[in-house]
T-cell receptor, first 119, second 111 residues
Framework: DAGVIQSPRHEVTEMGQEVTLRCKPI?????LFWYRQTMMRGLELLIY????????DSGMPEDRFSAKMPNASFSTLKIQPSEPRDSAVYFC?????????????????FGPGTRLTVL | QQPVQSPQAVILREGEDAVINCSSS?????VHWYRQKHGEAPVFLMI?????EQKGHEKISASFNEKKQQSSLYLTASQLSYSGTYFC????????????FGSGTRLQVQP
């Protein structure tokens, strides 16, 4: 399997511009997570989907951020308008919950990330 | 609330052992451990579940004290490849599926 695919790998934009980050999950994975990593705040969860439906978006910083998952093989994270404080590495991670009887949790596989710089 | 990791950083010589701790204020369903090398994505190491079940690989072990909401990662006979930042991600009963990550422990293994 190719693993989680993210694009672009690097994005440099100017303040006020719209930014769209993309993620292709591992085939068969029905959970998709968007994380943001900065030196100050560490690795924080923004939103996650299950079967293409947003489950928890409480980590989305503000209305400038939006995420969609139109189908099982594609998700986007959009920032409009972008600000310098949005500069970070954005990771997409996916998983599927194996049938383990009592336990139903499994590892998350991270994509390579998108390094966003807003000038 | 973010779990607390300790120590924040540690420097080892090859062959030495290290312990990284992760503590949460919430009742935990599971604890996940990841390692991240500079400029790369976090890579899964280990899951610890209620009841003591573990799933992981490499020469790394871990423990999970459910009563204290604490987990420890044990790195024995460290190798240069162990260098990186280690994160614990906690899954609580009230926030299933979502992981809350600690601030990380930077580990450097020197020859």
């Amino acid at each position: 399997d190719a693993g989680v695919i993210q694009s672009p790998r690097h994005e440099v934009t100017e303040m006020g511009q719209e930014v769209t980050l993309r993620c292709k999950p591992i085939s068969g994975h029905d959970y998709l997570f968007w994380y943001r990593q900065t030196m100050m705040r560490g690795l924080e969860l923004l939103i996650y989907f299950n079967n293409n439906v947003p489950i928890d978006d409480s980590g989305m910083p503000e209305d400038r951020f939006s995420a969609k998952m139109p189908n099982a093989s594609f998700s986007t994270l959009k920032i409009q308008p972008s600000e310098p404080r949005d500069s970070a590495v954005y990771f997409c991670a996916t998983t599927t919950l194996l049938d383990r009887g009592v336990y139903d949790t499994d590892t998350q596989y991270f994509g390579p990330g998108t390094r966003l710089t807003v000038l | 609330q973010q779990p607390v990791q300790s120590p924040q950083a540690v420097i080892l010589r090859e062959g030495e052992d290290a312990v990284i701790n992760c503590s949460s204020s919430k009742a935990l369903y599971s604890v996940h451990w990841y390692r991240q090398k500079h400029g790369e994505a976090p890579v899964f190491l280990m899951i610890l579940l209620k009841g003591g079940e573990q799933k992981g690989h490499e020469k790394i072990s871990a423990s999970f004290n459910e009563k204290k909401q604490q987990s420890s990662l044990y790195l024995t006979a460290s190798q240069l490849s162990y260098s990186g930042t280690y994160f614990c991600g906690t899954e609580s009963y009230t926030g299933r599926r979502a992981l809350t990550f600690g601030s990380g422990t930077r580990l450097q293994v020197q020859p």
